[in-house]
């Protein structure tokens, strides 16, 4: 049996194809390493989550609770919902807006950067 995480790749290449080439941007960064989130497999920054690939085939990105408000209202991203809970400093992209998610994995990055001790 598949590992949720194969199945997920199988189930939503194109998201992983983008989501691949941030991983690989990303992962030569000092404390940047590959985590869990939600059953996922996402990028870290000294063990805190940024961004990751969801259930759903669309990206998570962790930023500051006003850019997700503006992001949403502007329709780039949609707000990040878990277990019918809305989650404050997260929002999701769709992969059909593979455009917009190199710039917001940057901005999850230096955000989450900048809080982690």
Known sequence: ?????????????????????????????????????????????????FAFVGFTGSLFAKLPEKRVGELIESGDADPAVMRDRPMREWVTVRADMPGTWSGIVAEAYEFVDSITP
Request: hydrophobic share 35%; glycine share 12%; aromatic share 10%.
């Open 1 to 49: 049996m598949a590992s949720n995480g194969h199945a997920r790749r199988e189930k939503f290449p194109e998201s992983y194809a983008i989501f691949d080439r941030l991983t690989a941007e990303y992962a030569q960064r000092d404390g940047v390493a590959l985590g869990r989130m939600f059953g996922s497999e996402g990028l870290s920054i000294r063990g805190k989550v």
